[in-house]
């Protein structure tokens, strides 16, 4: 999971061609919740996060109530249907991405968001701990104008917090969701199957304000 260098920042006119074809089955039965990847849930509602390396990431959200699915992936870029070496060469523009399926009676978006901010360190710019690169850069991708108009408050609020605790900017990056794509078999709950593997999260220990 490690990447090291000068961060790369690509277009649609220079990142990799990709493929037609899905690196994963998406009917794949989820480790945790023991349902297909891509199984429906009515009335439930879908929120994209990066922040850092998705191993560590995605068991970060399988362990809040109220989530009843996630999935690793890649998300923010232009190469179609990316493979996890692609995406570690910084050319596709995509980051390492966590799908979370929530049911919104038991947690809020907004929740989510606070949560988010609070698990990782979001000042880092294209880096997270030991992992340098674009793909491992901290993002929200919103799905609605609600969720980027309160992704962007929260931010906000975050912000005060942390510069009152002597940290600098937030450089997390708050857009519109495109195409979404399923990171291979091998990713997807990592650390379910490889307890004890590689986590690159270090948070900032602030609060985010309520």
């Known amino acids: 999971m490690f990447g090291f260098g000068k961060p790369v920042h690509v277009t649609a006119q220079t990142a990799l061609s990709g ?51 996630t999935a690793a992936g890649y998300q923010g870029g232009y190469t179609p249907n990316p493979t996890y070496q692609q995406v570690c060469t910084g050319m596709t523009g995509h980051a390492e991405t966590v799908r979370v399926v929530f049911d919104p009676a038991k947690i809020s978006y907004a929740e ?29 991708f919103t799905v609605s104008n609600a969720q980027q108009a309160t992704a962007e408050k929260i931010r906000d609020e975050y912000q005060h917090a942390l510069t009152e605790a002597g940290y600098g900017t937030i450089t997390t990056a708050i857009e519109p969701a495109k195409q979404w794509y399923f990171a291979e078999d091998y990713h997807q709950q990592y650390l379910d199957a490889n307890p004890g593997g590689y986590d690159c999260h270090v948070r900032t220990g602030v609060a985010c304000p309520a």
């Open 112 to 140: 989510l968001v606070r949560f988010f901010f609070e698990h990782h360190d979001p000042t880092q710019g294209d880096r997270q701990g030991n992992d340098t690169g674009t793909q491992y850069r901290s993002a929200l």
């Open 19 to 69: 493929s037609n074809t899905p690196v994963l089955d998406a009917s794949l039965e989820h480790r945790i919740f023991g349902r297909p990847l891509n199984a429906e849930y009515p009335g439930s509602e879908t929120a994209y996060f990066a922040l850092g390396c998705f191993w560590g990431a995605e068991k970060l959200f399988w362990q809040v109530p109220g989530v009843l699915s």
